[in-house]
């Protein structure tokens, strides 16, 4: 149980760099969850079956009475008291408590495979609306300075250096974010029913996500060797100990059972004659053993624990190789989304400085509002592909997370 306790540490760890909000969030639906729920008294339910198999056969007790007594020779035999007790074989209890634990610690990463799987959800839906958000920024600043343009180009118009058809244009351009707008509204209220809906609770309860999200410098310490403390990579390792605790089991059930007894006989007393130990109570100690000689039950449950085992070997090492490939895959895009936010940052400054070179001509008197229309959707092309790029590092890197930590 020590090992599987690290990898609930997932859950909070890798989200810590990005506030308490996601955390909190986190934490909320692993509490509201219902499945969670479940496998949770799945797992208490076979840790209180451990309990149950640590009991031994019950205690045999018989009374008879003789309708006719028998007479002996000190007596006749009135009634007859039996008890017993049936033992399993050494170790027997034991090896059904170590089989019924491997069960429970079976169901218990079962349960950690859920939570980690809803915090990856739950991350992947928090980075998306915070792209969302983002994105919502970026027009309302692209908005307001399509706003300066617009006083510009009218004031323009009115000095005789620029048409009417440039004050048309940054209008048009205005009514294109307008409609970007309405739709990244539409798409946040989406994300974000489906994001109360992982959380298990109303669809239109408002989700804080932050306003900044930046690509961090370095990129942590990748572990590929910590895919193979996955719980789902673990939960095969549990079953193939499950199986081999079955197998224990099998040949303990396998050995003989010992039992131990006492016959109890009241004997009345003879008036008749004077003789020795005449009326003496009959007290006969037993022992008893159960040798299970048709076995063929025992033979052939070994034989499919064998092939369980093989069966349980040959799916870890599928589902190893699957889970590999969607790391290779998630790190791949990982650093795909870093070079292009380096490229889109590289550009947008590059943007920024050639509007800066057309104010600056607008000064002199000659401006050309096409050119600013142009670079102004550029700047706004390259402020979302950033921020498109940043979403696609974080949730590939909570990808990266739920397979390795």
Same mark, same amino acid.
């Given at each position: 149980?020590?090992?599987?306790?690290?990898?609930?540490?997932?859950?909070?760890?890798?989200?810590?760099?990005?506030?308490?909000? /996601?955390?909190?969030?986190?934490?909320?639906?692993?509490?509201?969850?219902?499945?969670?729920?479940?496998?949770?008294?799945?797992?208490?339910?076979?840790?209180?079956?451990?309990?149950?198999?640590?009991? +031994?056969?019950?205690?045999?007790?018989? !009374?008879?009475?003789?309708?006719?007594?028998?007479?002996?020779?000190?007596?006749?035999?009135? %009634?007859?008291?039996? +008890?017993?007790?049936?033992? $399993?074989?050494?170790?027997?209890?034991?090896?059904?408590?170590?089989?019924?634990?491997?069960?429970?610690? *079976?169901?218990?990463?079962?349960? +950690?495979?859920?939570?980690?799987?809803? %915090?990856?959800?739950?991350?992947?839906?928090?980075?998306?609306?915070?792209?969302?958000?983002?994105?919502? =920024?970026?027009?309302?600043?692209?908005?307001?300075?399509?706003?300066?343009?617009?006083?510009?180009?009218?004031?323009?118009?009115?000095?005789?250096? %620029?048409?009417?058809?440039?004050? /048309?244009?940054?209008?048009?351009?205005?009514?294109?974010?307008?409609?970007?707008?309405?739709?990244?509204?539409?798409?946040?209220?989406?994300?974000?029913?489906?994001?109360?809906?992982?959380?298990?609770?109303?669809?239109?309860?408002?989700?804080?996500? $932050?306003?900044?999200?930046?690509?961090? !410098?370095?990129?942590?310490?990748?572990?590929?060797?910590?895919?193979?403390?996955?719980?789902?990579?673990?939960?095969?390792?549990?079953?193939?100990? %499950?199986?081999?605790?079955?197998?224990?089991?099998?040949?303990?059930? =396998?050995?003989?059972?010992?039992?131990?007894?006492?016959?109890?006989?009241?004997?009345?007393?003879?008036?008749?004659?004077?003789?020795?130990?005449?009326?003496?109570?009959?007290?006969? $100690?037993?022992?008893? /053993?159960?040798?299970?000689?048709?076995?063929?039950?025992?033979?052939?449950?070994?034989?499919?624990?064998?092939?369980?085992?093989?069966?349980?070997?040959?799916?870890?090492?599928?589902?190893?190789?699957?889970?590999?490939?969607?790391?290779?895959?998630?790190?791949?895009?990982? =650093? *795909?989304?870093?070079?292009?936010?380096?490229?889109?940052?590289?550009?947008?400054?590059?943007?920024?400085?050639?509007?800066?070179?057309?104010?600056?001509?607008?000064? *002199?008197?000659?401006?050309?509002?096409?050119?600013?229309?142009?670079?102004?959707?550029l700047q706004f092309k390259f402020q979302i592909n950033t921020i498109e790029s940043v979403?696609?590092?974080?949730?590939?890197?909570?990808?990266?997370?739920?397979?390795? =930590?």
């Open positions: 149980m020590k090992q599987l306790s690290i990898i609930i540490i997932f859950l909070l760890t890798f989200h810590l760099t990005h506030g308490q909000e /996601l955390q909190l969030y986190i934490q909320e639906a692993i509490r509201n969850n219902s499945e969670i729920q479940y496998f949770e008294l799945q797992y208490n339910l076979l840790k209180e079956k451990i309990n149950e198999d640590n009991t +031994i056969p019950n205690t045999q007790v018989s !009374v008879g009475y003789f309708i006719g007594e028998p007479e002996t020779r000190t007596g006749a035999q009135r %009634a007859k008291f039996s +008890i017993q007790q049936m033992l $399993p074989w050494f170790g027997t209890i034991t090896a059904r408590e170590n089989y019924s634990t491997t069960i429970a610690e *079976t169901a218990y990463v079962t349960s +950690i495979t859920k939570k980690r799987k809803l %915090a990856l959800s739950i991350s992947q839906s928090y980075y998306k609306l915070s792209a969302i958000h983002l994105k919502q =920024n970026i027009l309302e600043e692209s908005s307001k300075l399509l706003q300066t343009y617009e006083k510009l180009a009218l004031t323009s118009v009115e000095v005789g250096k %620029a048409t009417v058809v440039a004050v /048309l244009q940054l209008q048009i351009r205005q009514n294109e974010l307008q409609q970007y707008k309405e739709i990244l509204k539409q798409d946040f209220l989406a994300e974000q029913a489906t994001f109360n809906t992982l959380l298990n609770r109303d669809l239109d309860i408002e989700v804080i996500v $932050p306003n900044e999200l930046q690509i961090p !410098v370095e990129d942590p310490i990748l572990n590929h060797e910590g895919i193979r403390l996955n719980p789902e990579v673990l939960k095969y390792d549990k079953v193939h100990e %499950a199986i081999q605790q079955s197998e224990l089991l099998n040949q303990k059930e =396998n050995a003989p059972q010992i039992g131990f007894g006492l016959d109890y006989i009241p004997v009345s007393q003879r008036s008749d004659v004077t003789i020795s130990d005449n009326g003496k109570d009959i007290i006969m $100690p037993m022992v008893s /053993l159960s040798i299970p000689i048709f076995n063929k039950k025992y033979n052939s449950r070994t034989r499919q624990n064998e092939l369980r085992k093989q069966q349980t070997t040959t799916q870890k090492e599928q589902h190893l190789d699957y889970l590999t490939s969607l790391l290779v895959k998630a790190v791949s895009m990982r =650093n *795909t989304a870093r070079i292009k936010n380096d490229i889109q940052e590289k550009n947008l400054k590059q943007a920024k400085n050639a509007e800066e070179i057309l104010m600056k001509r607008y000064e *002199t008197g000659t401006i050309n509002f096409n050119d600013i229309l142009d670079i102004q959707e979403q696609q590092y974080y949730t590939q890197a909570a990808i990266i997370n739920y397979l390795t =930590n």
